[in-house]
């Protein structure tokens, strides 16, 4: 069992009977939810699942988890998901992906949002590894991009196929910058209040807790 499976598995512990349980998305969050579908059928937990993205939905159904649309729900018991950097105070970047909306939705709903991830993500400061992705309207990318320039460096980010903007789930695109400022409340606050970002990938205040894999051990760090 690799680091990203142990982990995943290290996170059921955390999961009860009846729960609704946020899916993340990306390689260690496939572990879990493979997991989560095995437990659920085998001990019967009646869990029903909600997901972050239309991959980790896809994931989901083929493993055999019940699903919830968003829009179904107010509120969830728990939140497992990965993420691109970790700090100490559980500062999380998030967004490489293209379903930054949704993955927030998820964390600002549970009760408990638990993290998942191996020992490379863990970082002094957010963007010490990656670029920090903000979600834009399509119609206000450039005015943006132009508020973001005076406090960092980045640009629009194209497609995989490179002939085109990226686009995110909700139709939107993503802006990817670099900033020179360190502190995590500053950059959160930064973004929030940008007109025309409809989300970033500053995850601040949202985690309760993560559980980090190296050479086959499991620690966990908890807000305090």
């Known amino acids: 069992m690799n680091d990203k499976e ?9 999961v009860s009977e009846n729960m609704i349980v946020g899916l ?28 972050s993205s239309v991959v980790s939905m896809i994931k989901a159904k083929e493993a055999g988890l019940p699903l ?3 829009d179904q729900i107010k509120e969830i018991d728990l939140y497992i998901d990965g993420a691109d950097e ?16 949704r993955e927030k939705l998820l964390a600002r709903a549970a009760r408990k949002f638990i993290v998942i991830a191996d020992e490379s993500k863990i970082v002094k400061n957010i963007g010490d590894n990656f670029p920090v992705p903000s979600e834009v309207h399509p119609f206000a990318w450039e005015l943006v991009k132009n508020v973001l320039m005076k406090k960092g460096t980045g640009d629009i980010r194209i497609n995989a196929a490179k002939d085109g903007y990226a686009i995110t789930s909700c139709g939107n695109f993503v802006l990817d910058f670099n900033f020179a400022e360190k502190s995590s409340e500053n950059l959160n606050n930064l973004l929030s209040l940008t007109p025309g970002i409809v989300e970033h990938g500053i995850f601040y205040n949202l985690a309760h807790g993560a559980l ?13």
């Open 86 to 101: 970790i700090t100490p105070d559980l500062t999380l970047l998030k967004g490489r992906g293209y379903d930054l909306v």
């Open 24 to 51: 993340g998305t990306g390689s260690t969050a496939n572990f879990f939810i493979d997991a989560l579908a095995k437990r659920n059928k085998e001990e019967k937990l009646n869990v029903r699942a909600v997901s």
């Open 68 to 70: 919830l649309s968003i």
């Open 6 to 14: 142990l982990v995943a598995h290290q996170a059921l512990q955390y």
């Open 212 to 224: 980090i894999s190296h050479n086959g051990n499991v620690r966990e760090i908890w807000r305090s």
